[in-house]
């Protein structure tokens, strides 16, 4: 059974038009994370919240905001998508133990722009 | 900082061929180290994981050992199929709670 559920899969947008990416989890995990990939490389950490604190990585990009309005549920928006932004988008979560940080990724959702 | 080093793909392997994929690190303290897995169009499958030096991590026929003393996590499996064709990514948990991950490392299995 799917543990961190992405949706879409697929998603299509324009340049410029806003675009929101979802992200739901069942493990009850206080952690959640946003990665970008693109082809052939490492995901990329966009920013993650510890509970409800928000932490966002140093060189991500402003167009690039998150809401985490519960435990279960997180959203990656994209204000004005362009296309460098086209890419593999990963949620991930964990429970945050010390020594330990095992991270469970949803499917991804794949946002091209057009 | 921390960082993550694999060796560069990508691998072409026949089926029932033995498998290494290499990997190294380098971080303060202790980390925990992982595998994973990313098949085509999908998200990234955690694989195995050690913990402490010396532990050996383990799954569907997947085995590496975290080795201290060479900082090293390499993934070995004795005979590959076509089923195990993806992207496989070393990472190391840092001290800040991140995962740090490598480049990864394509693998092919052909019949």
């Known amino acids: 059974d799917a543990m961190v559920i992405q949706n879409p899969r697929y998603q299509v947008t324009q340049f410029g038009k806003p675009v929101t990416l979802s992200c739901s989890q069942t493990?009850?995990?206080?952690?959640m994370y946003w990665y970008q990939q693109k082809s052939s490389q490492a995901p990329k950490l966009l920013f993650h919240y510890y509970d409800k604190d928000f932490n966002n990585e140093a060189d991500t990009p402003d167009n690039f905001q998150s809401r985490r309005p519960n435990t279960s549920f997180c959203f990656l928006d994209i204000r004005s998508p362009g296309l460098g932004d086209a890419a593999m988008y990963l949620c991930a979560t964990s429970r945050e133990v010390p020594g330990v940080n095992i991270q469970y990724f949803g499917a991804g959702t794949r946002l091209s722009v057009l | 900082g921390d960082s993550v080093t694999q060796m560069e793909g990508p691998v072409t392997l026949s089926e029932e061929a033995f498998l290494t994929i290499n990997c190294t690190y380098t971080a303060t303290g202790y980390p925990s180290l992982f595998w994973y897995v990313q098949y085509p169009g999908e998200g990234l499958q955690l694989l195995l994981k050690a913990t402490k030096a010396d532990d050996k991590g383990s799954n569907k026929g997947f085995e590496a050992t975290y080795r201290k003393e060479t900082t090293s996590f390499h993934l070995e499996k004795g005979s590959v199929q076509v089923s195990d064709s993806a992207v496989y990514f070393c990472?190391?948990?840092?001290?800040?709670?991140?995962?740090?991950f490598g480049q990864g490392t394509t693998l092919q299995v052909k019949p």
């Open positions: 493990l009850n995990h206080n952690v």
């Open positions: 990472a190391l948990s840092s001290n800040t709670g991140k995962l740090i």
